[in-house]
């Protein structure tokens, strides 16, 4: 039972295998973390409900986003002048947020490398619902510079849904406002409904990410 | 640096001494004697300095160099030592007793070039790619565009006209050449 090998956990972490834990009075229990550590239940719709009400919440919602601290690839150079007295991101409603369970944006910020990939998409899944996504630079939308690296995503729409690109290599940071303004637009509008869309399409997306990463050892649906 | 050579020259065998700069040269040296002629160095001639180990494909001769390049911080040179290792098969003695950073060029020459170090630290763990199962990419006969098309979803270019052809249609279509 303990640390059972067979072909599909060949890629498994070590600390997400089934193993015996010693209990506070010297007691055994087996751990699967992958069963007992996370949520095995895959992502629901949630249907808006009513209109008034959800207008109502749309614009809470779009005046105060909280963006993931999570950079990649060049883009991560700009989103630091973003929050200074410079640029002043704060004056849009728009902070910061280090931890992926208490943000509602995150900024994919240039090119994406498999390896990188891989912990994107276990942060975002790991936001609540509603999240939006914002891809900056071209290396989001058709690979940019990076379209034939052996190592870089091409199209980031094939893995999560995205609300808004920000066209550009490297857009500068009023760019990058000006993308956070078409994104509040989009959610008091009712059209950022990326996190619905990720739910509905489960199947096609994980198949995606599964075609490239091809070590994957982590659960389907990292909640 | 020309009586470092020299000096060189006496014990270990040696070919191909470029002076690139005042304060640098490069020399070439078999497989075998690339390691010691590297501790040796170290030890008595002052390059206690490891700067990088770096790999060329040279696909068409069936050959990769591998350059170590070594820095003396008294006397303000730098020496690179190159080697030629065979494509088939391609392996290694490992240098990471000597330093304990050249494991991870190592590592990631391994996993890039698939030269083998047998005995070096977490040699055959992956680096940069994870779960790659494919040529090692930056071998010359890896071929990328193709496989990044194959794999990552290439986005469909925009249709695009030749505006001479283009007018000409719209505008004499009867007309030849």
Known sequence: MVNKENEKDKFLAPENKVHIVIGPEGEEITVDPLKDYFCEAFPKVHEPKNRIVENFINWARAESLWVLGFGTGC?????????????????????????PRQSSVIIISGYLSVKTLKRVIRSYEQMQNPKFVVALGSCTINGGMYWDSYNTINRLDHYMPVDVYVAGCMPRPEALLAGFESLKKRIKEGRAEGANEYATNFKWYKANQKKIIKDWNMPDYNW | MKKIVENIKTRFKVSDVIHQRENMTFV????????????WLRDYEGFSHFILLSTVDWNEDGFFQLTYLLNNPVKKVDLGIRTFILRKNAEMTSAHHLWEQVATYQREIKEMFGINFPGSPRVDESFLLEGWDDVPPMRREFDTKEYSEKTFFPRPGRESNDPATYMKSKLYPNEEK
């Open chain 1, 75 to 99: 883009g991560s150079i700009e989103i630091p002048p973003l929050l200074s007295p410079r640029y002043d991101a704060f004056r849009f409603g728009v902070a910061m947020r280090a931890t």
């Open chain 2, 28 to 39: 070439t040296t078999g497989k075998e004697s690339a390691i010691p002629l590297i501790t």
